[in-house]
T-cell receptor, first 111, second 113 residues
Framework: SQQGEEDPQALSIQEGENATMNCSYK?????LQWYRQNSGRGLVHLIL?????REKHSGRLRVTLDTSKKSSSLLITASRAADTASYFC???????????FGKGTRLHILP | DAGVIQSPRHEVTEMGQEVTLRCKPI?????LFWYRQTMMRGLELLIY????????DSGMPEDRFSAKMPNASFSTLKIQPSEPRDSAVYFC???????????FGSGTRLTVV
């Protein structure tokens, strides 16, 4: 069963706009990670946020974590065509540290 | 480092045949994971190893699936006999404890006809 659920399932925005994706999960976690997958490729690790952190930045990426609501968001600022991909959240469960992926958000950047 | 290397990239086989997927993790990584990705079920963890030892194989769908890691630089996932419902993209990933984040291979697209 899925631990993380991304929302929305698909998102189309104009180049230059900001893109926000959300992830909700069910059980207590050690950390939450975001990955990007380009069509036909493997997943690429973007950023990891630990359960005791609330916000993290990496370049144009900003991740927030709210453990009380069991949710996270990924913000991509000033989107580019190259950001077109699927984005997955993955949670490391406390009880066994197993990392479980959600089904992803398909992001399409329009020129 | 060349990253996680999987072979073959594509595999087309007939139902009932044996299929072997291969993975070379990043040198020095002590965890290795096998995932399966389909449109319907998303990314499913099949099995993972720590220091070459299988830790959790609860995601392996049935006895037709088996995985081995004879040494730190090589792992195989075998399906015998294969069935059309096994068609999917199979990913191998590796990681190093304490660092966080997985490095994925490019995957093997398996089609069973």
């Amino acid at each position: 069963s899925q631990q993380g659920e991304e929302d929305p399932q698909a998102l189309s925005i104009q180049e230059g706009e900001n893109a926000t994706m959300n992830c909700s999960y069910k059980t207590s976690i050690n950390n939450l990670q975001w990955y990007r997958q380009n069509s036909g490729r493997g997943l690429v690790h973007l950023i990891l946020i630990r359960s005791n952190e609330r916000e993290k930045h990496s370049g144009r990426l900003r991740v927030t974590l709210d453990t009380s609501k069991k949710s996270s968001s990924l913000l991509i600022t000033a989107s580019r065509a190259a950001d077109t991909a699927s984005y997955f959240c993955a949670t490391a469960r406390v009880r066994d540290d197993k990392i479980i992926f959600g089904k992803g958000t398909r992001l399409h950047i329009l020129p | 480092d060349a990253g996680v290397i999987q072979s073959p990239r594509h595999e087309v086989t007939e139902m009932g045949q044996e299929v072997t997927l291969r993975c070379k993790p990043i040198s020095g990584h002590d965890y290795l994971f096998w995932y399966r990705q389909t449109m319907m079920r998303g990314l499913e963890l099949l099995i993972y190893f720590n220091n070459n030892v299988p830790i959790d194989d609860s995601g392996m769908p049935e006895d037709r699936f088996s995985a081995k890691m004879p040494n730190a630089s090589f792992s195989t996932l075998k399906i015998q006999p294969s069935e059309p419902r096994d068609s999917a993209v199979y990913f191998c990933a590796s990681s190093f404890v304490g660092v966080g984040g997985y490095t994925f291979g490019s995957g093997t697209r398996l089609t069973v006809v």
